[in-house]
């Protein structure tokens, strides 16, 4: 069986979709079809059951992928790490984020370096102005960032998390000794946009409703000329719910939100085929699945959450 063959039989058995396989290995379904249905002949017998609602592994399929597995992947690590030391490089990985929402993956790089001890694992801080540049210029390999993305040269890895927006007021505000709010409360308050120098539809994304209209003429407030507005009780704002755990830096309340928004964070890297430890650590963020960020938003603790991310 050639190496093209076991591919597209452990991808099929992952996928247990004829057409998701083909879109991910970038040939046509029916080299799926024929090269799955060569390996049965070979082999003498089934591999998979297919009806017209679904796919999945014979018994014997299932041996043959628990049998194939680790040495394919033996196999690429072997050819890569061929191709690291005939290029001369280290076995390394450059994680970009943005702020300190490392220590939030630390359960995931803690696996990856369990899994992969011996390569170089490397975090950088990436600006939330320029938050795909190091990825375009190879200074990071893969980053956490904020979700959606809509880069076409980049692509979207495994989710690694969700956290809930949450809304904030000034102390004084009306609203501030609320327990909650639900959107249908904020209808006659002036909503400020996150301040943050973001793509638009990141900025739609932070706001599960639409900001209060602004004068086009004035320039646009920065994040913290909004928590200052904020503070004096003129308007509110939204705010991703874990600037509660990094930022402490005003007079200002966090809110939970009744419809429960959320804003998820994901792995993205770029559109070229990906290296092995990219791979490698997307797989650990998919074995892991998103990492749980639930927040203490009860009415004990409203009173010692200051300020905004």
């Known amino acids: 069986m050639e190496l093209r063959e076991i591919e597209i039989f452990l991808t099929l058995a992952e996928e247990l979709h004829f057409g998701r396989t083909a879109e991910r290995l970038h040939i046509s379904t029916p080299r799926v079809s024929q090269t799955i249905a060569k390996q049965e002949r070979r082999i003498g017998a089934p ?3 297919r009806t017209s609602r679904k796919v999945t592994l014979t018994p014997l399929g299932e041996q043959l992928r628990d049998d194939l597995q680790a040495g394919y992947r033996r ?4 050819m890569e790490s061929a191709a690291n030391t005939a290029r001369g490089g280290p076995d390394t990985l450059t994680l970009g984020v943005l702020g300190p929402m490392w220590q939030d993956l630390a359960p995931m790089t803690a696996l990856f370096r369990t899994r992969h001890p011996h390569v170089e694992f490397r975090v950088r801080e990436i600006r939330i102005d320029d938050p795909f540049g190091p990825l375009r210029s190879g200074d990071v390999d893969v980053a956490l960032v904020a979700l959606p993305v809509r880069e076409p040269d ?8 969700t956290e809930p927006i949450v809304l904030v007021v000034g102390r004084t505000h009306e609203l501030a000794d609320r327990s909650s709010v639900s959107l249908a409360d ?3 308050y002036q909503i400020l946009p996150s301040g943050l120098p973001i793509p638009d539809y990141w900025e739609e994304s932070f706001s599960p409703l639409a900001s209060s209209p602004r004068d086009t003429s004035a320039p646009a407030p920065t994040r913290e000329e909004v928590l200052w507005t904020v503070t004096t009780g003129a308007a509110v704002a939204f705010a991703c719910g874990q600037g509660i755990k990094y930022y402490d ?3 200002a309340v966090y809110l939970p939100i009744d419809e429960g928004p959320t804003l998820s964070w994901g792995l993205v890297h770029r559109a070229e085929p990906v290296g092995r430890w990219v791979a490698e650590f997307a797989r650990v963020a998919t074995d892991l699945g998103p990492i749980d960020l639930t927040l203490d938003l ?3 603790t409203l009173h010692r959450l ?3 991310s």
């Not at 196999?75 to 072997?78: D, Q």
């Not at 980049?154 to 998390?161: E, H, I, M, W």
């Open 47 to 49: 591999l998979f059951e």
């Open 154 to 161: 980049l692509r979207v890895g495994p989710p690694a998390f």
């Open 75 to 78: 196999i690429l690590e072997g």
């Open 306 to 308: 200051r300020s905004v």
């Open 298 to 300: 009860d009415p004990s």
């Open 249 to 251: 830096r005003g007079d």
């Open 186 to 188: 904020l209808g006659g």
